[in-house]
């Protein structure tokens, strides 16, 4: 899988061609493509936008992949978000983060100034809302981009997620999704077998991810200081316009391995859902259960089965029915069952460091690397899941790829007032 | 209320025994005479539950079994549903319960004032009255009691499902059931789709392998629902309000999973030829109002070796509804609904329609009867529902089930302490994590 996704694309340089063409680096850049590298060695300038929990952990996660990776700029809506995280990296990181006062960014348009700066890279960890448009941003900027899952909240944003990767593989440019499923190497090796037939045809299957309610997460009590924007944002996980829902949020990564197993996407789902214990204000709009079916093309139909609730039975994993036996996989292992009987086992690498290390080898080496498109493709399945749970009603691939009108962006990005939505009620709320 | 709470959605129901009735009643003649040539005697039928859907069974009884048959005597908790019901077999209706239209029936009916019974204890009082045959059609917390007692009786049943809404009921009716067997009485269950042709014929290719082994398969039951709105009357007890608005309190319905549900689950079991091993199931209510039951349901439930079904079952007005089954092998698959179904592969297979299964499930216990032949679907629709309430419990609580705990350990028991027109609070609607598996 990954030498397939890491093809070199002819046009750009070899290595020692570039390592005499330190002005051809500077024009490229200066056109708005991505400066070229030296293989192996050349310094890889990271900017950091997003400093919350996942942000912090990928920027020690990608500055720990490779030598010579420093991070020179840090952006956040909060500024107290920025400096805790740059303490934090500071201690874990010592001399590879390299931020000064004035590479900090704070404010809706941190993102901007940010990608002003003289970075290679930048790893987009705001709440999932922001991506489109700081990707879009960064894209055009001559950025390599590290992005979280999921990439967007709304039809609308993964058609600009789309859009964007596409200008990145115009401009020779890099895109790694925070997708660690796909460098684990057990759920490599075991997909590899289910493509390779292992199982047969596949007619059916099963992605359950059931967990606890994440009840102390973040702020509870709001200052009085905080305006509707400011609340709504630090409870980004339970508010389905910052978040999409745990079913894009966290499920994403479920999903995402369903489409690899089936190579494709969903042609339909039907789903339901609700909030039947996170019920409080507290907990913004989103629901805590969700069941959908998802039909792929020649009519298979699998489950997803996801709830954030306290107190439950947990599982987490997947599993591929085929004509000829079945796959069971989860962060462990990939358990074939039937004639062609296999076990893979994890190898305790740590996929979320090796998807950096890939993405800077790449950048190095000027291949492409490019999975844009296919978390697109996976956020769009999670959101399409809750888009129909959320109003009751059956829904086509095509449709809310291409004709969905939904955009959960707010009027204006301010810190001022921000009528809270209401929790969707199916049969009631808008097919948009 | 199994069509009640869904007029739009299910193609083929019991209006359609009207609308069709010229090809039906044909079909229904020669099968009466041919019964009637076997010779037996009168069979004496006992109705307990007067409302709709044991109105529409008596109906559909009477129109099944031979015209020297009657309807010998009627039970309800309540008198006005006995007179309603009375009156609407006698005169005919239209458009009243589940929209069904028919002429009288006064000249198969002789239940005078003396085999009238009302009241908790008006099946018993009916059992004792002369009949042969009963049709139990009260709401399906009472079932395991009735069945239990009516099988004691000696008496031939027709039962509506479900037939329980917690497991120790199950056991009395498998119990019950088992007893039948020796007795050699007759019982058929409300599972229409058992007497449907289309149903037969397909399933029958499963079984003989046109879909190769099954792996896979989905029942769904997606379609419209109510809420219970109106405030109980100064001086209405609690009890009477809530059997009255039976549906909506667990207790008594089971939950639409277990009331409705257990249609499609039915259809998995009867296919896989087999009950669930286990199963893990989600739900909730974000509509309905009023009542403690949910709206909605997702469960997989595993088969033995492995295989895993996905049911979904939701009454929420405006969704996108889906009422079918559909079962996958490793040589095709069969879609079926209750009014079509195919099956696609490497042998593929298209049925002719199938006749009105409301009436044919009584035609075929009348013919049980006449003949001896002691069909007994008791046990089998008591593991269909026993199906069904794991995957409540499971939802209700957030826990992963085995059926074995379920079917011979679980203690919950939804009775309440007494049954008297009196207080009975409402219990709460269950919260996942917190509402405890008993």
Request: aromatic content about 8%.
């Amino acid at each position: 899988m990954k030498n397939k996704a890491m093809q070199t694309t002819p046009n750009l340089s070899r290595r020692d061609f570039i390592k005499t063409s330190a002005a051809l680096g500077a024009a490229t850049l200066a056109s708005g493509t991505g400066r070229m590298f030296a293989a192996g060695s050349d310094k890889v300038r990271i900017g950091l936008i997003g400093c919350g929990g996942r942000g912090t952990n990928d920027a020690t996660k990608c500055l720990s992949s490779a030598e010579n990776v420093e991070l020179v700029a840090m952006g956040d809506t909060f500024g107290d978000r920025l400096e805790s995280c740059r303490q934090r990296l500071k201690e874990r990181l010592g001399d590879k983060v390299k931020v000064t006062d004035d590479a900090c960014f704070s404010g809706f348009d941190a993102y901007k100034n940010v990608l002003a700066c003289d970075v290679d890279m930048v790893i987009l960890t705001t709440t999932p809302h922001w991506r489109p448009m700081q990707l879009k941003a960064a894209i055009e900027a001559g950025k390599h981009v590290f992005m979280e899952k999921p990439v967007a909240v709304d039809p609308v944003g993964v058609r600009s997620v789309i859009a964007s990767s596409e200008l990145a593989d115009k401009k020779g440019l890099t895109i790694v999704a925070g997708t660690q499923m796909r460098r684990i190497s057990h759920l490599v090796e075991g997909i590899k077998s289910i493509h390779d037939g292992a199982i047969g045809e596949l007619v059916g299957g099963q992605c359950v991810r059931l967990g606890g309610g994440m009840l102390d997460w973040g702020p509870k009590q709001r200052q009085p200081e905080w305006s509707d924007m400011e609340w709504q944002i630090r409870r980004w996980l339970f508010i389905t316009w910052l978040s999409g829902d745990f079913i894009v949020e966290m499920h994403v990564h479920n999903l995402d391995v369903m489409n690899w197993a089936f190579n494709a996407h969903p042609v339909q789902c039907i789903g339901m859902g609700g909030r039947q214990v996170r019920t409080g204000p507290e907990y913004g709009n989103c629901y805590d259960h969700f069941a959908v079916e998802y039909e792929y093309p020649n009519g298979v139909r699998i489950e997803y089965m996801g709830s954030q609730i306290d107190g439950c039975t947990n599982r987490n994993d997947q599993r591929f029915v085929g004509t000829k036996g079945r796959a069971y996989t989860d962060f462990g292992r990939v358990v074939i069952e039937g004639p062609n009987k296999t076990e893979y086992a994890w190898d305790n690498i740590d996929p979320c460091i090796k998807q950096h290390a890939d993405q800077i080898a790449a950048i190095r080496e000027g291949k492409r690397l490019n999975e844009g498109k296919r978390i697109a493709e996976s956020t769009l399945t999670a959101i399409m899941g809750r888009m129909s749970a959320y109003t009751g009603r059956a829904l086509k691939w095509d449709w809310a790829m291409n004709a969905s009108k939904l955009d959960l962006s707010p009027p204006k990005y301010e810190f001022g007032d921000l009528e809270m939505r209401p929790v969707a009620v199916p049969g009631k709320t808008k097919l948009i | 209320m199994k069509d009640k709470a869904n007029p739009k959605n299910h193609k083929l129901t019991r209006r359609d025994f009207v609308k069709c009735s010229a090809i039906s009643l044909a079909a229904f003649s020669t099968a009466a005479s041919r019964l009637h040539a076997a010779g037996t005697d009168t069979i004496k039928v006992g109705l307990i539950g007067c409302g709709g859907r044991g109105t529409g069974a008596a109906t559909q009884a009477l129109m099944g079994v031979d015209k020297s048959d009657k309807l010998w005597a009627m039970a309800d908790l309540f008198r006005d549903k006995l007179d309603v019901s009375y009156d609407m077999l006698s005169k005919g209706a239209k458009g009243r319960y589940d929209h069904m239209d028919f002429d009288g029936l006064a000249d198969q009916m002789d239940v005078p004032e003396e085999r009238k019974f009302v009241g908790f204890d008006a099946f018993h009082k009916l059992l004792g009255s002369g009949v042969d045959m009963v049709i139990l059609a009260t709401p399906p917390h009472f079932r395991p009691e009735h069945f239990e007692a009516a099988v004691q009786a000696g008496k031939h049943v027709f039962m509506e499902k479900p037939v329980a809404v917690d497991p120790a009921g199950i056991r009395k009716v498998i119990a019950a059931a088992k007893l039948a067997k020796e007795k050699r009485l007759s019982v058929v269950a409300g599972t229409q789709r058992r007497h449907q042709l289309h149903y037969l014929e397909i399933i029958e290719r499963i079984h003989n392998g046109a879909i190769g082994e099954i792996v896979a398969a989905q029942c769904y039951w997606n379609s419209g629902g109510s809420s219970l709105t109106d405030e109980k009357p100064e001086g209405m007890s609690d009890m009477e309000w809530q059997v009255r608005h039976w549906y909506y309190f667990c207790w008594i319905c089971g939950d639409h999973i277990v009331e409705q549900h257990v249609h499609n689950i039915d259809i998995m079991n009867w296919a896989l030829q087999a009950h669930p091993v286990q199963c893990m199931g989600i739900g909730g209510r974000e509509v309905r109002r009023g009542g403690n039951i949910w709206d909605h349901f997702a469960i997989e439930f595993e088969y033995p070796q492995g295989v895993r079904v996905l049911s979904m079952c939701r009454q929420i007005p405006g969704c996108s509804n889906r009422v079918s089954e559909r079962i996958v092998g490793t040589k095709g698959f069969a879609y079926i609904d209750s009014a079509t179904g195919y099956i696609k592969g490497e042998n593929p297979y298209e049925p002719p329609g199938s006749p009105n299964p409301y009436v044919q499930e009584h035609v075929d216990l009348i013919k049980s009867i006449r003949e001896g032949a002691a069909l007994n679907e008791g046990v089998q629709v008591a593991e269909s529902t026993m199906n069904a309430i794991m995957g409540r419990m499971s939802a209700y609580t957030g826990r992963a089930l085995k059926w074995d705990w379920a079917m011979n350990a679980s203690k919950l028991d939804l009775t309440p302490p007494k049954y008297e027109l009196g207080d009975l609070p409402v219990a709460p609607v269950p919260v996942p994590g917190k509402t405890p598996l008993v």
